[in-house]
T-cell receptor
Framework: GAGVSQSPSNKVTEKGKDVELRCDPI?????LYWYRQSLGQGLEFLIY????????KSGLPSDRFSAERTGGSVSTLTIQRTQQEDSAVYLC?????????????FGPGTRLTVL | AQSVTQLGSHVSVSEGALVLLRCNYS??????LFWYVQYPNQGLQLLLK??????LVKGINGFEAEFKKSETSFHLTKPSAHMSDAAEYFC???????????FGTGTSLTVIP
């Protein structure tokens, strides 16, 4: 079946502009995660949605970052007033419980470049 | 709080040689442990996982890892490297809820022909 998809695959923007990144999770997956992958920094957790529960926003680096998940499916990560340090690959993952553990499936990511 | 340390941001091995990628974690309780592989311009793909039971786990592409509680380690190995193994490898641990994941900074594996 279809995997996690993300759009756009690449985004170049100017400093100060707002950007929206989209994630389409695997159908039926109740959990959705956003991560940021910077060069040499590994994966940085941003936000986590689980069903209808309030999202875990503990990883969002500033109030310029926000995310929503509509209808328990598609999610949008919004970065307002982008800064050069926001340049990174933004990865989305959805997950389901398999046997006794929560298995994550990752999308290909959106590469954001802020000029 | 949990954390993951991957020793060596870059590892180079000759084709056919042993691959050893190191991962240590800190956790106050037995965690779930994962290795992911990321090929260029792709998302992360699960290589293998440890949840419970046998401490030596086998994954895809001939990789395996051993959970050593006394050493808080989960090193990834493959007996004979192949050119197609060149990629970025991430070790991860999840908390007891299984909902929050913590990733290492990754190890870039280069295979020399």
């Amino acid at each position: 079946g279809a995997g996690v998809s993300q759009s756009p695959s690449n985004k170049v923007t100017e400093k100060g502009k707002d950007v929206e990144l989209r994630c389409d999770p695997i159908s039926g997956h109740t959990a959705l995660y956003w991560y940021r992958q910077s060069l040499g920094q590994g994966l940085e957790f941003l936000i986590y949605f689980q069903g209808n529960s309030a999202p875990d926003k503990s990883g969002l680096p500033s109030d310029r970052f926000s995310a929503e998940r509509t209808g328990g499916s598609v999610s949008t990560l919004t970065i307002q007033r982008t800064q050069q340090e926001d340049s990174a690959v933004y990865l989305c993952a959805s997950s389901k419980w398999t046997d006794s553990y929560n298995e994550q499936f990752f999308g290909p990511g959106t590469r954001l470049t802020v000029l | 709080a949990q954390s993951v340390t991957q020793l060596g941001s870059h590892v180079s091995v000759s084709e056919g040689a042993l691959v050893l990628l190191r991962c240590n974690y800190s956790s106050s309780v037995p965690p779930y442990l994962f290795w992911y592989v990321q090929y260029p311009n792709q998302g992360l793909q699960l290589l293998l996982k440890y949840t419970t039971g046998a401490t030596l786990v086998k994954g895809i592409n001939g990789f395996e890892a051993e959970f050593k509680k006394s050493e808080t380690s989960f090193h990834l190995t493959k007996p004979s490297a192949h050119m197609s193994d060149a990629a970025e490898y991430f070790c991860a641990v999840s908390d007891q809820t299984g909902n929050q994941f913590y990733f290492g900074t990754g190890t870039s594996l280069t295979v020399i022909p």
